[in-house]
């Protein structure tokens, strides 16, 4: 799960949460959660599909881009580069 994760940070770091006011931008918002979920629901970069049900990929997909949303204003983080 952590590598999962991880990888997926580094997408969305490299990609989408680099556009400036993503959390503005309606179109970009959504990408950023679609991405989640579909990062998550692939089998080759996301969660075990043999562990996870399509709701609970759901929920997980979320519960992440509400993290990213509150943490992830900007890259680099504002709030993690504080605790480097």
């Known amino acids: 799960m952590k ?3 991880v990888s ?3 997408t969305l770091k490299n990609e989408k949460l ?3 006011n993503w959390r503005k931008k309606e ?8 991405n ?3 990062f ?6 996301g969660l075990p599909v ?3 049900k399509d709701d609970e990929v759901k929920m997980l997909s979320d519960c992440v881009f509400s993290h990213i949303y ?3 204003p900007t890259v680099p983080s504002p709030y993690y580069e504080m605790a480097v």
């Open 3 to 5: 590598k999962v994760a």
């Open 8 to 10: 997926l940070l580094e």
């Open 18 to 20: 680099r556009i400036a």
């Open 27 to 34: 179109g970009t918002r959504d990408a950023v959660r679609q």
């Open 36 to 38: 989640i979920f579909d």
């Open 40 to 45: 998550l629901f692939d089998e080759k970069t």
């Open 50 to 52: 043999e562990n996870y």
């Open 70 to 72: 509150r943490a992830y």
